[in-house]
């Protein structure tokens, strides 16, 4: 499962609370925590200021209280929980699976369990909205998919195409025929 985790882990970047306007970064990677600012002020004094940047191990991070608080501020109570429990070795495996592996996983789960899974985080949103988990999801649960059929659930997307019902699917691939011979008389006058 190690092999799932790249150097870096965790990533994410804000403006720290009014009134102030600095930019800051917290990254963590598989053995330490970054924490970057960068002062932003139209005060001539603060505008020579440098970055700054404190790198600590992630044992260290875990000890280091006053950071704590730093997160805690810029960035809020759950990104420091979630940093602290990277930094203790709690990894979302899940999460960091490749699509294709996921997208073969889900296409086993009922729809409601979909639904809720899309409800996770923006990534599973992505993924169970995803044409191509929908697709597999019609073409293990259909006897038979015509390329007629094919073409227009590429169209109409995957997903509507499943919850389409068989009568109104049975009308837009008649409208569909009727335009496409309409479109062959046009071509051969």
């Known amino acids: ?23 800051c970064q917290l990254l963590v990677t598989r053995r330490e925590v970054i924490f970057r600012w960068w002062k932003i002020s139209l005060r001539n004094e603060l505008r020579e200021s440098r970055p700054g940047e404190i790198k600590e191990s992630q044992k260290d991070f875990l000890d280091d209280s006053s950071l704590h608080i730093q997160i805690a501020i810029v960035f809020g109570a759950k990104v420091l929980e979630h940093v602290l429990n990277l930094c203790r070795g709690n990894y979302d495996f899940l999460e960091r699976l490749p699509v294709p592996l996921l997208l073969h ?15 996770v985080s923006r990534r599973f949103e992505m993924i169970c909205n995803s044409n191509a988990l929908w697709e597999i999801i019609v073409e293990s649960l259909c006897d038979t998919i015509t390329p007629e059929m094919k073409e227009l659930a590429q169209e109409m997307g995957w997903k509507q195409f499943f919850f389409t019902n068989r009568l109104q699917l049975q009308l837009q691939l008649q409208r569909r025929r009727q335009k496409q011979d309409a479109q062959n008389k046009k071509v051969t006058e």
């Open 1 to 23: 499962m190690a092999s799932l985790l790249g150097e870096e882990v965790f990533e994410t970047r804000g403006q720290a609370p009014a009134p102030s306007k600095d930019f």
């Open 105 to 119: 996983i889900i296409s086993f789960l009922e729809l409601e369990d979909i639904a809720r899974l899309s409800q």
